[in-house]
Structure formats: C-alpha cells, structure tokens
C-alpha cells in the first residue's frame, strides 16, 4: 500500500495550466525532495497534496484511497510553511496543541501529545514562551511540533529552511534527516537547492516547466542524469 500517489495531476490557474501531467509514486516512510528552480510548480504540487488548492484533472491517493476532493482536515497530512505561520499570540504548547483543539483532541490527551512532541524536538524547556522570544530554529522546531502532534501520515515540508541562516540551515537538515528516522513516517519535502534534496533525499524528484523531468535516489540522478537539465542542475554549486 503506498501511503501517497499522485497520478496525472494537472493544475491549472484560469486556463493556464502550471503542472501538466504529474505521476509520482512514493513508499511507505520514503523521504522523497521535489526540486526545481524557482516557479516550476514545487508550493502548487504540495498544495495539492494537502488540499490547499483544488486539484483541476487527476488524482491524489493516501493509502490507495482517493483524497482530492476531501477538505484538508480530513487528509491524514500536516504541512510545515516555510514562513512557519505561528500565531503570535499563543504561546509555544498552544501554537502547538491548536490542531488538536480544532480537531476536537480533548486537554489531558491533546497535553500529553503536545508534551511528547516537545521532547523530540527538544522544546520542553520553551513550552511557555511566545514565539517573539524564539530564535529562528526555535520557532521552525515549532513549526515541526505542529505537524508532529497529529502523527500524520505524510507530511509535507515547503522551504522550511529558507527564512533560515546558512551554518542553521546545515543543522537544521540534519535535525530533519534525525527526526524522519525516529518517527519512521513518510516526508514530502520540497526545495530549489541541490545540496539540500541530494543530502537529505531518499527520493528525488527533478520538475522543471510543470513536468517531471526525474524520479531517482541521489546517486542515480548524479551517475546518470536522464537530460542536460538534471545534469547540470544537479551538478552545479548551489
Ligand atoms: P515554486 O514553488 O516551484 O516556486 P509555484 O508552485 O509557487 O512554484 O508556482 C508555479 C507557477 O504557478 C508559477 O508560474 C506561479 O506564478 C503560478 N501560480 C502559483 N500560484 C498561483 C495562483 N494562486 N494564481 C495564479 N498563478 C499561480
Ligand atoms: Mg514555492
């Protein structure tokens, strides 16, 4: 059973079509990186997955079952923005339990979720902060916390690393790369740097213009590029 499949997947923005045709099959606990340049279709691919965007032809599959036209709440997925989007007013423990409470998770489970989340991620001592008193690592881990609580099938990274300097940008990948294996789930995560998705990836997806351009593991699309695009995307400094 594959937790996530997306086939034929088009999408289009008043009759301009911006994803022409995507089939991607991902494994259970696979940690697959979609990268491409800058306006390719990365954010609009997820948003599709997640059911922030209406799928316009095709299908999106989470356990073989057909998703797309099901309301974002109802999809077993959690998205982490790379603008991390925490509500300044609620501390760190209610920025992280507010998925919880909007999916009706009562206090004595929704704390003890919330508290489990925090200890992998090393949030514990931050619980009562605000997130003007965290640092930018620490409001991204937060970011994390909040997709973690809900132990969701997939979850989906868009960028997370971006708004971030470079040295905390090499520690958060591996903080990223150590958190996919202590929670064995299966990670879509998308960026427009190379070194990132050939460090981090099990899986790389190579889109270029709305296409698929290739499937591969890092290994495989540096030994054999399938097209000059991947060759020298891949191959250049980032
Ligand atoms: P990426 O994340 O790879 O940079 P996006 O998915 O954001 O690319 O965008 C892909 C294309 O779709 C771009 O040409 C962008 O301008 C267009 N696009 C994205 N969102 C919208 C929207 N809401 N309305 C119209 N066009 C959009
Ligand atoms: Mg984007």
Known sequence: MA???IRRATKSFGGFEVLHGIDIDI?????????GPSGCGKSTLLRLIAGLEDITTG????DDKEVSRLH???RDIAMVFQSYALYPHMSVAE???????????????RDRKVQAAAEILGLTPLLDRYPRQLSGGQRQRVA???AIVRDP????????????????RVQMRAEIRVLHKKLKTTIVYVTHDQIE?????????????????????PLELYDTPANAFVGGFIGSPA
């Open 27 to 35: 494994e259970d606990g696979e940690f697959v990186v979609l990268v």
């Open 3 to 5: 937790p996530l499949a």
């Open 95 to 109: 920025n992280m339990g507010f998925s919880l409470r909007m999916r009706d998770v009562k206090p004595p489970e």
């Open 144 to 146: 994390m916390g909040r």
């Open 197 to 217: 998705a050939m460090t981090m990836a099990d899986k790389i997806v190579v889109l270029r213009d709305g296409h698929v351009e290739q499937i591969g593991s």
């Open 153 to 168: 099938k997939v979850f989906l990274f868009d960028e997370p690393l971006s708004n971030l300097d470079a040295k905390l």
């Open 72 to 74: 974002p709440k109802d």
């Open 59 to 62: 299908e999106i599959l989470i």
